[in-house]
């Protein structure tokens, strides 16, 4: 498995102790295939370098398979993490991804090429990328829906 990763956030965080303050470094990795497979992670360390190989660990464990019909995601949908909101469209072919940052790193590796996307409410990219990935799993692909109903979705869309 190809797997590329991108680095979301990096942020120095504070433990205030007896003796003053120990300073270290939290990140947040996005890791995909390009072929509807794609994960997060967060680690910390003393290092930037050490939590960025956690957070891609942690991705790596954390992978979900999404639906892709063409190039892009099947249907609308739309999610929240905190106070962090996320709305994901379909889009025809072409279109490219329009996504804000946070966004686009969790679409881009996950293999989408078209895409409209919109992010609601907090701008902290945590939020943001987890409600991202809420919305990919609540995805749904429709031919599971029409098999489980009966119906052939080739001959109703001729």
């Keep these: ?88 469209k379909p889009a025809p072919e072409g279109t490219g991804v329009i996504a804000g940052g946070a966004v686009r790193s969790v679409v881009e590796a996950a293999g989408i090429r078209d895409i409209v996307t919109k992010s609601l409410g907090s701008d902290n990219k945590i939020n943001i990328v987890k409600a991202t990935f809420k919305a990919l799993e609540a995805l749904h692909d429709p031919t599971e829906y029409a098999r489980a109903r009966g119906r052939d979705l080739t001959k109703e869309r001729a």
């Design 1 to 88: 498995m190809n797997l590329k990763d991108s680095v979301v956030v990096i942020r120095r965080v504070t433990k205030v102790v007896k003796g003053g303050k120990n300073f270290a470094f939290s990140a947040m990795v996005v890791v995909g295939d390009g072929e509807g497979q794609v994960g997060f992670g967060q680690g910390k360390a003393l290092e930037v370098p050490s939590a960025i190989k956690k957070a891609v660990a942690v991705a790596k464990k954390n992978m979900i398979k999404i639906p892709l019909i063409d190039g892009t995601i099947p249907h609308e949908v739309n999610e929240r993490s905190g106070a962090g909101q996320v709305l994901l």
